[in-house]
C-alpha cells in the first residue's frame, strides 16, 4: 500500500490541525482496502478558546454517519478531553450513557455525535490518531494463529488487544492494558478481529504508519496464494435470479433488488468447492454484520427452500444468543453465493445492494487469504450477535429514515424518453423504484445519471430487441414488478378512405402488436415479482373517438381489449392489469406555442381555453398522468384489477 500523501495538497491546510485531519482522514478514506462505507475514525487533539477567552484541550473526533472519504471539518466533534479521560476510569459505563455523556462535553452543540471509539481516541497520548479495518491486518488475524502471526510481523512495538466488543468496554479494556506501559515504547495497537491504530504528533506520521503497518500484513499475505479467479462468465439463468429475489424479499417482508455479480473474482468464489462451508462461518469484521448479516445464503436448485432454511437458522440463532427484551431482526439474508455463478447481493436501493457488494467483495477475498494461513476463523457467533444488536448499530441503520413508497421495486417504463413516459419514470425513481427506460430515442440511455436508471435504446416492433431490453433490466436489477407501458405514437390523421396501408401498418404494429410481444417477454418474471401490476396508458380516444384518427384509435381500443384479456388471465398469478386513459397532455415538446396557437384558431377559441376544454376546465399535465399511472402501480390499487381509469378533466361524451 502507497502513501497518497502530498506535501503540495497538505500546504494547502497550513499549520491547522483540523485541517490536516480533515486531509489525512480523506487520504484514508480514499483507499477501500482500508476502511468501507462509514468504517474506521480519526481524531486530533487541541487548545480552543471559548467566547469567554477560555482555553480548553479538546479532541475533534470523527462524527457518527461521516464518511472518511469525504469529511468535511464539520464532520468532527469537538469534545472536552478531561471529560473523555474521567469517563475512561469508571469501571462500567452503558453504551446509551456514554453517547449521552459524549454529547454533553461536546464544545458545539451543533457537530454530529462523537464516534464510540472517542474515549479510546482520547486515551492515546498523541495528537493525531487513525483506526482502520484494514482488509490486511484482520485477515491474518482471522486464523487460528493470527495472535502469533501479527507478533511475528510486527514484534514488541505492536501492542495487541484481545477481541472485545468496540464502545466502552474495548475504551476500557485499552485504559487498563495500558496504564502501567510506556507509550514511547509503542508504534501502533493491532485490535484483533477488528482492525488497528496509529498514532504520532503530526498528520502525516500517523497517516504514514498506518500505511506502513497495513504494508506489512500485506506483505505478510502476499506469501499465500491469490484469491481464486474464474477464466470464464458463468452461464445466465435470468428466472433462477428472480425467484432467488422473489424468496428473500418475501423472507424480509419488502421488495429489495437482487445485484448479480459474475465478475471473475465473485465467480471463482462462487466456483470453491467448500464456499457453503467458507460462507457461513462469520464475517470479516463485527461492524459488517449490520449490513451483511453474519452468514450469507447458499442457493441450489430450490431457492425458496434455501431461504426458509436460512430463516430458521437465522431464528435459531436469535433464541441461541438473545437477552429479554431484544425483538428479532428480519431473518432474511443480505447476500447469497449462488454456486457456479457468482454471487448475488440484496437491497432496497441500488445503494444499499452495492454497499453490502463492496463488503462481499473485501470478504471473499480475506476468507480465502486466511484459509491459506490454515484456515478462516470468524468471531464467535456470540460477539457477532452483541454488536448485529447492539443499540448504537441499529441506530446507525435508522438514521436513514423510512423508505419510500416504491423502494425495492422494478419498473419498466416504454415510450420512457419523454412526455407521459419520461414522466412517469421521474415519478417512479421519486418512490424509490429503479426504472428501466426503453425508448427508440437514443437520448434515453443518458437522460439520467443514477444507478436506479437504466436507459434502452430499443423500437420495441423488433421483437428480439425488445426481448433483450427486458432481460438487460432483469439482468441489472434481478426481477420485474412494474410495467408503465406507455409507447405510442399518433399517426398522421386521415379519414378510413385516405389512411395509406403502411401508415395503418405502422400504428398497429406500435400501439398494438408491440404490447403484446413485450408483455410476453415480461410475464414470467412478473409471475416472479413483488406485488406485480402492469399499467397500460391508452387513450381518451378509447370511450370517445373522434373522426380521422382510425389508425390511432383502433390500435388503441385494441391495446385496452388486450389489457382485460391480461387482466383474466394473470390475476391467478396476482399480476394486476389496469388501463388509464389520459387526454392530450400540452405540456411536451410536441406541442410548441405554435401548433397550440393553429388549433386553437381552428376551434375559434384562446390557447387557454383549449387547453381546458373539459368538464373541470383544468388542464391536464403529463404529471398528473404519471402521478395517477403510479399510484396504480402500487399499493393503493392492490385489489384493483382491469379497470379503465380516465385523467382528462372529465369528458362529456365519456361521462
Ligand atoms: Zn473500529
Given at each position: 500500500?502507497?502513501?497518497?500523501?502530498?506535501?503540495?495538497?497538505?500546504?494547502?491546510?497550513?499549520?491547522?490541525?483540523?485541517?490536516?485531519?480533515?486531509?489525512?482522514?480523506?487520504?484514508?478514506?480514499?483507499e477501500?482496502?482500508?476502511?468501507?462505507?462509514?468504517?474506521?475514525?480519526?481524531?486530533?487533539?487541541?487548545?480552543?478558546?471559548?467566547?469567554?477567552?477560555?482555553?480548553?484541550?479538546?479532541?475533534?473526533?470523527?462524527?457518527?454517519?461521516?464518511?472518511?472519504?469525504?469529511?468535511?471539518?464539520?464532520?468532527?466533534?469537538?469534545?472536552?478531553?478531561?471529560?473523555?479521560?474521567?469517563?475512561?476510569?469508571?469501571?462500567?459505563?452503558?453504551?446509551?450513557?456514554?453517547?449521552?455523556?459524549?454529547?454533553?462535553?461536546?464544545?458545539?452543540?451543533?457537530?454530529p455525535?462523537?464516534?464510540?471509539?472517542?474515549?479510546?481516541?482520547?486515551?492515546?497520548?498523541?495528537?493525531?490518531?487513525?483506526?482502520?479495518?484494514?482488509?490486511?491486518?484482520?485477515?491474518?488475524?482471522?486464523?487460528?494463529t493470527?495472535?502469533?502471526?501479527?507478533?511475528?510481523?510486527?514484534?514488541?512495538?505492536?501492542?495487541?488487544?484481545?477481541?472485545?466488543?468496540?464502545?466502552?468496554?474495548?475504551?476500557?479494556?485499552?485504559?487498563?492494558?495500558?496504564?502501567?506501559?510506556?507509550?514511547?515504547?509503542?508504534?501502533?495497537?493491532?485490535?484483533?478481529?477488528?482492525?488497528?491504530?496509529?498514532?504520532?504528533?503530526?498528520?502525516?506520521?500517523?497517516y504514514?504508519?498506518?500505511?506502513?503497518?497495513?504494508?506489512?500484513?500485506?506483505?505478510?499475505?502476499?506469501?499465500?496464494?491469490?484469491?481464486?479467479?474464474?477464466?470464464?462468465?458463468?452461464?445466465?439463468?435470468?428466472?433462477?435470479?428472480?425467484?432467488?429475489?422473489?424468496?428473500?424479499?418475501?423472507?424480509?417482508?419488502?421488495?429489495?433488488?437482487?445485484?448479480?455479480?459474475?465478475?471473475?473474482?465473485?465467480?471463482?468464489?462462487?466456483?470453491?468447492?467448500?464456499?457453503?462451508?467458507?460462507?457461513?462461518r462469520?464475517?470479516?469484521?463485527?461492524?459488517?454484520?449490520?449490513?451483511?448479516k453474519?452468514?450469507?445464503?447458499?442457493?441450489?436448485?430450490?431457492?425458496?427452500?434455501?431461504?426458509?432454511?436460512?430463516?430458521?437458522?437465522?431464528?435459531?440463532?436469535?433464541?441461541?444468543?438473545?437477552?429479554?427484551?431484544?425483538?428479532?431482526?428480519?431473518?432474511?439474508?443480505?447476500?447469497?453465493?449462488?454456486?457456479?455463478?457468482?454471487?448475488?447481493?440484496?437491497?432496497?436501493?441500488?445503494?444499499?445492494?452495492?454497499?453490502v457488494?463492496?463488503?462481499?467483495?473485501?470478504?471473499?477475498?480475506?476468507?480465502?487469504?486466511?484459509?491459506?494461513?490454515?484456515?478462516?476463523?470468524?468471531?464467535?457467533?456470540?460477539?457477532?450477535?452483541?454488536?448485529?444488536?447492539?443499540?448504537?448499530?441499529?441506530?446507525?441503520?435508522?438514521?436513514?429514515?423510512?423508505?419510500?413508497?416504491?423502494?425495492?421495486?422494478?419498473?419498466?417504463?416504454?415510450?420512457?424518453?419523454?412526455?407521459?413516459?419520461?414522466?412517469?419514470?421521474h415519478?417512479?425513481?421519486?418512490?424509490?423504484?429503479?426504472?428501466?427506460?426503453?425508448?427508440?430515442?437514443?437520448?434515453?440511455?443518458?437522460?439520467?445519471?443514477?444507478?436506479?436508471?437504466?436507459g434502452?435504446?430499443?423500437?420495441?416492433?423488433?421483437?428480439?430487441?425488445?426481448?433483450?431490453?427486458?432481460?438487460?433490466?432483469?439482468?441489472?436489477?434481478?426481477?420485474?414488478?412494474?410495467?408503465?407501458?406507455?409507447?405510442?405514437?399518433?399517426?398522421?390523421?386521415?379519414?378510413?378512405?385516405?389512411?395509406?396501408?403502411?401508415?395503418?401498418?405502422?400504428?398497429?404494429?406500435?400501439?398494438?402488436?408491440?404490447?403484446?410481444?413485450l408483455?410476453?417477454?415480461?410475464?414470467?418474471?412478473?409471475?416472479?415479482?413483488?406485488?406485480?401490476?402492469?399499467?397500460v396508458?391508452?387513450?381518451?380516444?378509447?370511450?370517445?373517438?373522434?373522426?380521422?384518427?382510425?389508425?390511432?384509435?383502433?390500435?388503441?381500443?385494441?391495446?385496452?381489449?388486450?389489457?382485460?384479456?391480461?387482466?383474466?388471465?394473470?390475476?391467478?398469478?396476482?399480476?394486476?392489469?389496469?388501463?388509464?386513459?389520459?387526454?392530450?397532455?400540452?405540456?411536451?415538446?410536441?406541442?410548441?406555442?405554435?401548433?397550440?396557437?393553429?388549433r386553437?384558431?381552428?376551434?375559434?377559441?384562446?390557447?387557454?381555453?383549449?387547453?381546458?376544454?373539459?368538464?373541470?376546465?383544468?388542464?391536464?399535465?403529463?404529471?398528473?398522468?404519471?402521478?395517477?399511472?403510479?399510484?396504480?402501480?402500487?399499493?393503493?390499487?392492490?385489489?384493483?384489477?382491469?379497470?379503465?381509469?380516465?385523467v382528462?378533466?372529465?369528458d362529456?361524451?365519456?361521462?
Amino acid at each position: 500500500m502507497k502513501s497518497l500523501w502530498n506535501d503540495r495538497e497538505a500546504s494547502e491546510h497550513g499549520d491547522d490541525p483540523l485541517g490536516l485531519r480533515v486531509y489525512t482522514s480523506r487520504l484514508l478514506g480514499r483507499e477501500p482496502d482500508l476502511v468501507l462505507h462509514g468504517g474506521g475514525n480519526t481524531s486530533v487533539k487541541t487548545t480552543t478558546t471559548d467566547l469567554f477567552g477560555h482555553a480548553h484541550r479538546v479532541i475533534y473526533v470523527k462524527g457518527s454517519g461521516w464518511d472518511l472519504e469525504t469529511i468535511e471539518a464539520p464532520g468532527f466533534a469537538p469534545v472536552r478531553l478531561d471529560v473523555l479521560l474521567s469517563m475512561a476510569a469508571l469501571e462500567q459505563l452503558d453504551d446509551a450513557d456514554m453517547v449521552r455523556a459524549q454529547r454533553a462535553a461536546m464544545l458545539d452543540p451543533d457537530a454530529p455525535s462523537p464516534s464510540v471509539e472517542a474515549i479510546l481516541h482520547a486515551l492515546i497520548p498523541f495528537e493525531y490518531v487513525d483506526h482502520t479495518h484494514a482488509d490486511a491486518v484482520v485477515s491474518v488475524t482471522n486464523t487460528p494463529t493470527g495472535e502469533e502471526a501479527i507478533r511475528d510481523i510486527y514484534g514488541e512495538r505492536m501492542w495487541v488487544v484481545p477481541y472485545v466488543m468496540p464502545g466502552f468496554a474495548l475504551a476500557r479494556t485499552v485504559y487498563t492494558m495500558t496504564r502501567e506501559r510506556d507509550w514511547a515504547e509503542c508504534d501502533g495497537i493491532i485490535l484483533m478481529n477488528h482492525g488497528a491504530f496509529t498514532f504520532a504528533d503530526d498528520a502525516k506520521s500517523s497517516y504514514e504508519k498506518m500505511i506502513d503497518l497495513v504494508s506489512r500484513a500485506e506483505a505478510y499475505l502476499s506469501r499465500t496464494h491469490p484469491a481464486r479467479i474464474s477464466p470464464v462468465p458463468p452461464p445466465e439463468d435470468l428466472e433462477a435470479l428472480a425467484a432467488i429475489r422473489r424468496s428473500v424479499g418475501v423472507a424480509r417482508g419488502e421488495a429489495v433488488l437482487a445485484r448479480w455479480d459474475a465478475d471473475p473474482a465473485s465467480v471463482g468464489f462462487a466456483e470453491l468447492e467448500d464456499v457453503a462451508e467458507l460462507a457461513t462461518r462469520g464475517p470479516l469484521t463485527p461492524d459488517h454484520v449490520i449490513r451483511t448479516k453474519r452468514t450469507a445464503l447458499v442457493v441450489g436448485d430450490d431457492p425458496a427452500a434455501d431461504v426458509e432454511a436460512y430463516v430458521e437458522s437465522y431464528r435459531d440463532y436469535f433464541q441461541r444468543n438473545a437477552t429479554e427484551g431484544l425483538t428479532c431482526l428480519d431473518p432474511a439474508p443480505r447476500w447469497a453465493v449462488w454456486p457456479g455463478r457468482g454471487t448475488i447481493c440484496f437491497g432496497r436501493s441500488p445503494k444499499e445492494a452495492r454497499i453490502v457488494a463492496d463488503i462481499k467483495d473485501h470478504t471473499i477475498r480475506a476468507i480465502q487469504h486466511a484459509e491459506a494461513l490454515g484456515g478462516w476463523t470468524a468471531l464467535p457467533e456470540r460477539d457477532v450477535f452483541d454488536v448485529e444488536y447492539w443499540v448504537l448499530e441499529q441506530a446507525k441503520l435508522a438514521r436513514s429514515g423510512p423508505p419510500p413508497q416504491l423502494a425495492g421495486k422494478i419498473a419498466l417504463v416504454t415510450g420512457a424518453a419523454s412526455g407521459i413516459g419520461l414522466a412517469c419514470a421521474h415519478e417512479l425513481l421519486s418512490l424509490g423504484a429503479v426504472v428501466g427506460a426503453i425508448d427508440v430515442d437514443p437520448e434515453v440511455v443518458h437522460l439520467m445519471d443514477s444507478d436506479a436508471w437504466v436507459g434502452i435504446e430499443c423500437d420495441v416492433a423488433d421483437d428480439v430487441a425488445t426481448a433483450e431490453a427486458v432481460k438487460t433490466v432483469v439482468r441489472q436489477y434481478g426481477g420485474l414488478d412494474i410495467i408503465i407501458d406507455n409507447v405510442g405514437f399518433f399517426p398522421k390523421s386521415g379519414t378510413i378512405e385516405e389512411i395509406e396501408p403502411e401508415a395503418w401498418d405502422r400504428s398497429m404494429a406500435v400501439n398494438l402488436t408491440s404490447h403484446q410481444r413485450l408483455w410476453k417477454e415480461c410475464i414470467p418474471f412478473l409471475r416472479l415479482g413483488a406485488e406485480p401490476a402492469v399499467v397500460v396508458i391508452a387513450s381518451k380516444n378509447v370511450p370517445a373517438p373522434g373522426p380521422g384518427a382510425a389508425a390511432y384509435s383502433v390500435a388503441k381500443a385494441g391495446l385496452t381489449q388486450l389489457a382485460r384479456v391480461a387482466a383474466l388471465e394473470l390475476g391467478e398469478a396476482g399480476i394486476r392489469v389496469n388501463v388509464l386513459h389520459p387526454d392530450k397532455v400540452y405540456d411536451t415538446a410536441l406541442w410548441t406555442s405554435e401548433v397550440l396557437e393553429e388549433r386553437a384558431a381552428h376551434y375559434g377559441v384562446s390557447v387557454d381555453e383549449y387547453k381546458t376544454r373539459n368538464v373541470l376546465r383544468t388542464e391536464v399535465s403529463s404529471r398528473d398522468v404519471a402521478a395517477l399511472a403510479c399510484a396504480m402501480a402500487g399499493p393503493l390499487f392492490a385489489k384493483t384489477t382491469g379497470a379503465q381509469i380516465a385523467v382528462d378533466g372529465g369528458d362529456v361524451r365519456v361521462i
